[in-house]
């Protein structure tokens, strides 16, 4: 809350009600709350399927690593003005992202899960594959790209994007996450790798 409360105050800093000053822009408030927020959803996600100790702490550890590194390869191109720096990091920031999706879709695909959980499991893999879609396309609106001339312009929407794709990602998923839970608590078939090792 606190990092939003001050994405706002950046905003409201800003903007003067008829020109945007990006000088004033903060963007590092938004990639604090990633640094926090997306290893905990992704740690959230393993924990809940019941997996055994050794799988849950060796994907919590490669998955959390891999998001500290997707967010924070990404912030020296979020704030450089220069297009070539701004590709070169978000190359380097997606990186992680493909093995985040690798690990989720590989070999979370294959996790002893009951089958009512499945669908659910599935629903928030294609859920991350989405909504994590729209950051790369906000991190380029936001640049140098030839969609948007206007810088002022081209800010407001790579900050509407980001928007749109935080209030989907954490509030979604966390509803998913928590009907994983519930499935999986009323389900007959569960059979957690812990019980069966």
Do not use: C
């Not at 992680?96 to 979370?108: A, D």
């Not at 990602?169 to 999986?184: E, F």
């Amino acid at each position: 809350a606190y990092h939003y409360f001050r994405i706002f105050g950046t905003w409201t800093e800003a903007w003067d009600g008829k020109v945007l000053d990006l000088s004033k822009m903060n963007e590092g408030y938004r990639y604090a709350d990633w640094l926090l927020t997306v290893p905990i959803l992704l740690a959230e996600l393993v924990l809940v399927l019941g997996l055994t100790k050794e799988r849950t702490r060796s994907l919590i550890g490669r998955l959390v690593v891999a998001a500290l590194a997707m967010v924070a390869l990404g912030y020296p191109g979020e704030v450089s003005k220069d297009s070539g720096t701004q590709t070169l990091w978000g190359i380097l920031s997606t990186l992680p992202f493909i093995y985040i999706l690798y690990v989720l879709f590989v070999e979370l695909g294959g996790a002893n899960v009951a089958a009512a959980a499945k669908a659910k499991l599935n629903g928030l893999r294609y859920l991350i594959l989405g909504v994590w879609g729209v950051y790369p396309i906000a991190y380029i609106l936001g640049h140098d790209n030839p969609f948007i001339d206007d810088p002022a312009t081209a800010e407001v929407a790579r900050q509407v994007g980001y928007s749109i794709a935080d209030v989907l990602a954490k509030p979604l998923y966390g509803i998913i996450i928590v009907g994983i839970a519930m499935t999986l608590s009323n389900s007959d078939d569960h059979a957690p790798e812990l019980k069966a090792a």
